[in-house]
């Protein structure tokens, strides 16, 4: 529990220490209490079912259960990209031990942050080195070692490390650890059974694999997005919002295709493992590119131009396919609502024509409309969403919500990560949570969406780890290296 | 918006009465002239956070954009459709070849059977309209239809 205490404010660098959750408590205010909750399940005759879950999936209790990868050894090779770190994170988090090995200068994603704003990053309390929040975030249950590749010892305490191995995720521009001589081909020899990953932004082979520069290709994410159109179909029309007003194409936040190529890496090594294993002995090499798994997700786009070369046009907050499916501005926000089947369609109709009854006179009563099929047509898209909006326009979230709730109607605020973090239903379960770290302090996150399994648990157990941090210890689990060598290879610039 | 105009100019003694919808991330926060997809009456309007904060109020002045759709409810809920010159702001839902401004006209499926929305749709449709749940090939393009039954004779449709 956080101290009460008195703080004075006389600019704004004094606000930097508050910004802390040990400072700033979380939650602000506390979950619902369980009695209140099962109520909720008896109202759906859930009750036991209910009961079973929360005795069984919370995910306080994973710590207790084994873990599904408990002895899978994972090398994970990366600079400066986020696929191979998601990837690795999602088998750390599933038991796996995964060492992230850095170049002794570390991974330059430990430096970014927005805005290159310093205050923003994390201190290491024995260090005072900071680290970005997206290297934190995803360094979970990871082990930090440090090896230089291109040094010649470096290459041979690699190809060790690889005979020990399992999985070694690597994502360096293509052809690079190949031309190395660490690559699947020559790793394989020393150790038939290691699956290898390679994830990647186009390729590792094919006309463009080096295209974005001379130098091999550079690996960045929107890259993929920009090529698969996900960039294009992703934002407003220009139609609604004029070009250079919002109606412009518009990147994830997020390094999105590669979150996506590295939850499909995840998958395709599981597979690989069990086949390994169940069938062959033999490990494989697996390639997966941010362009092409994140197309994989893009729903009808590439089927619809194939059927009549339409190309998809961004329809921003409202869904091309469902009517009403849609969020829209309101008071202090916006306001999702979803429902597409005539008994949907008319109670949505039915609480808003509470309020406003011209709803039911230019919506219902409109023929074209009462036609489940014909309402998805654009027309009666504005034309719906023009009149739901004049009734949002007049209310907050929380006040449309409600109103749309007492008819059951499929109806949710748009979130800001704040009200999240305080969603009495995830601080309930809770998904979200502060984890504590020695040397990052206490961290807000979100923990596994793994985690709430009924035997193997994925959990997550350590959030950031500083460079090199694991050096000793690894070196000498793995290859018996004892600290005087590891800190000799240190002085050399090896390790 | 957010909002709509119920046009309620009289003309030749008679109500224009259409409503134009003024959709909402367009218009949540717009001011300038729009005109009426009837009868083009150009009216000033001012919204703030979706509300009309002034007007509509009748201008003798050329529009700065259209609603993208207009119908009108006591007339059997005639409609204009997105895309129709001066009266609806087009929708550039539109495969590449009529960005290019190329019209190519695809009429039947891979299978050789009419498809339910052409391209370029008829002028009703407005530029990326699209039809209701029927479209009565036979009725409303007679053209197509035609077309169709020779395919048929020609033994060019497939089965599955």
């Given at each position: 529990?956080?101290?009460?205490?008195?703080?004075?404010?006389?600019?704004?660098?004094?606000?930097?220490?508050?910004?802390?959750?040990?400072?700033?408590?979380?939650?602000?205010?506390?979950?619902?209490?369980?009695?209140?909750?099962?109520?909720?399940?008896?109202?759906?005759?859930?009750?036991?079912?209910?009961?079973?879950?929360?005795?069984?999936?919370?995910?306080?209790?994973?710590?207790?259960?084994?873990?599904?990868?408990?002895?899978?050894?994972?090398?994970?090779?990366?600079?400066?990209?986020?696929?191979?770190?998601?990837?690795?994170?999602?088998?750390?988090?599933?038991?796996?031990?995964?060492?992230?090995?850095?170049?002794?200068?570390?991974?330059?994603?430990?430096?970014?942050?927005?805005?290159?704003?310093?205050?923003?990053?994390?201190?290491?309390?024995?260090?005072?080195?900071?680290?970005?929040?997206?290297?934190?975030?995803?360094?979970?249950?990871?082990?930090?070692?440090?090896?230089?590749?291109?040094?010649?010892?470096?290459?041979?305490?690699?190809?060790?490390?690889?005979?020990?191995?399992?999985?070694?995720?690597?994502?360096?521009?293509?052809?690079?650890?190949?031309?190395?001589?660490?690559?699947?081909?020559?790793?394989?020899?020393?150790?038939?059974?290691?699956?290898?990953?390679?994830?990647?932004?186009?390729?590792?082979?094919?006309?463009?694999?080096?295209?974005?520069?001379?130098?091999?290709?550079?690996?960045?994410?929107?890259?993929?997005?920009?090529?698969?159109?996900?960039?294009?179909?992703?934002?407003?029309?220009?139609?609604?919002?004029?070009?250079?007003?919002?109606?412009?194409?518009?990147?994830?936040?997020?390094?999105?295709?590669?979150?996506?190529?590295?939850?499909?890496?995840?998958?395709?090594?599981?597979?690989?493992?069990?086949?390994?294993?169940?069938?062959?002995?033999?490990?494989?090499?697996?390639?997966?590119?941010?362009?092409?798994?994140?197309?994989?997700?893009?729903?009808?786009?590439?089927?619809?131009?194939?059927?009549?070369?339409?190309?998809?046009?961004?329809?921003?907050?409202?869904?091309?396919?469902?009517?009403?499916?849609?969020?829209?501005?309101?008071?202090?926000?916006?306001?999702?609502?979803?429902?597409?089947?005539?008994?949907?369609?008319?109670?949505?109709?039915?609480?808003?024509?509470?309020?406003?009854?011209?709803?039911?006179?230019?919506?219902?009563?409109?023929?074209?409309?009462?036609?489940?099929?014909?309402?998805?047509?654009?027309?009666?898209?504005?034309?719906?969403?023009?009149?739901?909006?004049?009734?949002?326009?007049?209310?907050?979230?929380?006040?449309?919500?409600?109103?749309?709730?007492?008819?059951?109607?499929?109806?949710?605020?748009?979130?800001?990560?704040?009200?999240?973090?305080?969603?009495?239903?995830?601080?309930?379960?809770?998904?979200?949570?502060?984890?504590?770290?020695?040397?990052?302090?206490?961290?807000?996150?979100?923990?596994?969406?793994?985690?709430?399994?009924?035997?193997?648990?994925?959990?997550?157990?350590?959030?950031?780890?500083?460079?090199?941090?694991?050096?000793?210890l690894k070196y000498l689990n793995w290859l018996g290296m004892g600290q005087n060598v590891v800190r000799e290879l240190k002085s050399k610039g090896v390790i | 918006m957010c909002d709509i105009i119920w046009c309620k100019k009289e003309i030749d003694g008679k109500?224009?009465?259409?409503?134009?919808?003024?959709?909402?991330?367009?218009?949540?926060?717009?001011?300038?002239?729009?005109?009426?997809?009837?009868?083009?009456?150009?009216?000033?309007?001012?919204?703030?956070?979706?509300?009309?904060?002034?007007?509509?109020?009748?201008?003798?002045?050329?529009?700065?954009?259209?609603?993208?759709y207009a119908d009108k409810p006591l007339e059997g809920y005639t409609n204009y459709l997105p895309g129709i010159e001066g009266r609806t702001r087009p929708y550039e839902c539109l495969p590449r070849d009529i960005y290019l401004g190329v019209a190519d006209m695809?009429?039947?499926?891979?299978?050789?059977?009419?498809?339910?929305?052409?391209?370029?749709?008829?002028?009703?449709?407005?530029?990326?309209?699209?039809?209701?749940?029927?479209?009565?090939?036979?009725?409303?393009?007679?053209?197509?239809?035609?077309?169709?039954?020779?395919?048929?004779?020609?033994?060019?449709?497939?089965?599955?």
């Amino acid at each position: 529990m956080a101290e009460i205490r008195d703080v004075e404010i006389n600019s704004r660098e004094d606000t930097l220490p508050l910004m802390s959750p040990e400072v700033r408590p979380w939650p602000v205010t506390p979950p619902p209490p369980r009695e209140e909750v099962s109520k909720v399940y008896a109202k759906r005759n859930a009750a036991k079912f209910g009961e079973w879950c929360e005795d069984n999936l919370r995910f306080e209790y994973s710590f207790g259960k084994p873990e599904a990868l408990q002895g899978l050894k994972v090398l994970n090779m990366g600079l400066y990209r986020m696929g191979n770190k998601f990837c690795s994170s999602l088998l750390a988090e599933a038991g796996a031990e995964v060492l992230n090995i850095e170049p002794p200068e570390g991974d330059p994603l430990r430096k970014l942050t927005p805005f290159g704003r310093e205050e923003l990053m994390l201190e290491d309390r024995e260090t005072g080195e900071k680290c970005g929040m997206d290297f934190i975030h995803e360094m979970r249950n990871k082990f930090s070692i440090t090896l230089n590749i291109e040094t010649d010892e470096g290459k041979e305490i690699y190809k060790k490390l690889a005979a020990h191995a399992d999985v070694l995720i690597e994502e360096y521009p293509p052809g690079y650890m190949d031309e190395l001589g660490l690559g699947y081909r020559q790793l394989a020899e020393i150790n038939p059974k290691l699956v290898y990953c390679w994830i990647g932004v186009r390729g590792s082979w094919g006309p463009y694999k080096d295209k974005v520069s001379k130098f091999g290709q550079w690996t960045l994410e929107p890259f993929g997005g920009c090529a698969n159109s996900f960039v294009h179909n992703t934002g407003f029309p220009q139609d609604q919002l004029p070009r250079g007003k919002g109606g412009d194409p518009t990147r994830s936040g997020v390094w999105f295709a590669d979150y996506v190529a590295g939850e499909q890496g995840a998958c395709s090594i599981m597979a690989a493992i069990y086949w390994r294993n169940k069938f062959s002995g033999e490990g494989q090499f697996i390639e997966v590119t941010g362009s092409e798994t994140q197309m994989d997700i893009l729903d009808f786009d590439i089927g619809w131009y194939g059927f009549n070369k339409s190309i998809k046009a961004r329809t921003g907050g409202w869904d091309p396919n469902l009517n009403q499916y849609e969020w829209n501005p309101c008071k202090d926000g916006y306001m999702m609502i979803g429902g597409q089947t005539d008994r949907l369609w008319y109670r949505i109709g039915q609480c808003i024509e509470r309020d406003d009854i011209q709803f039911g006179r230019l919506i219902h009563e409109d023929p074209f409309l009462k036609e489940m099929g014909a309402r998805n047509a654009l027309q009666a898209l504005i034309k719906t969403y023009t009149v739901t909006t004049r009734w949002l326009r007049d209310m907050n979230r929380i006040e449309a919500e409600q109103k749309l709730l007492e008819y059951e109607i499929a109806a949710g605020p748009v979130l800001f990560i704040d009200e999240v973090s305080e969603f009495p239903h995830f601080k309930y379960r809770p998904w979200v949570c502060t984890i504590d770290s020695d040397q990052y302090g206490t961290v807000l996150y979100s923990t596994s969406p793994n985690s709430f399994q009924y035997r193997t648990p994925h959990r997550v157990k350590w959030i950031g780890r500083p460079l090199g941090k694991d050096n000793f210890l690894k070196y000498l689990n793995w290859l018996g290296m004892g600290q005087n060598v590891v800190r000799e290879l240190k002085s050399k610039g090896v390790i | 918006m957010c909002d709509i105009i119920w046009c309620k100019k009289e003309i030749d003694g008679k109500k224009c009465n259409t409503v134009n919808y003024l959709d909402p991330y367009c218009f949540w926060n717009w001011e300038g002239k729009v005109n009426c997809a009837e009868c083009k009456t150009v009216y000033y309007i001012h919204m703030i956070q979706g509300f009309m904060y002034r007007g509509p109020e009748e201008v003798d002045e050329k529009p700065d954009t259209s609603p993208l759709y207009a119908d009108k409810p006591l007339e059997g809920y005639t409609n204009y459709l997105p895309g129709i010159e001066g009266r609806t702001r087009p929708y550039e839902c539109l495969p590449r070849d009529i960005y290019l401004g190329v019209a190519d006209m695809v009429k039947f499926s891979a299978r050789g059977r009419p498809v339910r929305g052409w391209r370029p749709q008829p002028p009703s449709a407005g530029i990326a309209g699209s039809f209701g749940f029927e479209w009565d090939i036979q009725k409303l393009t007679p053209e197509v239809w035609e077309e169709y039954q020779q395919k048929i004779a020609k033994g060019e449709v497939g089965e599955w």
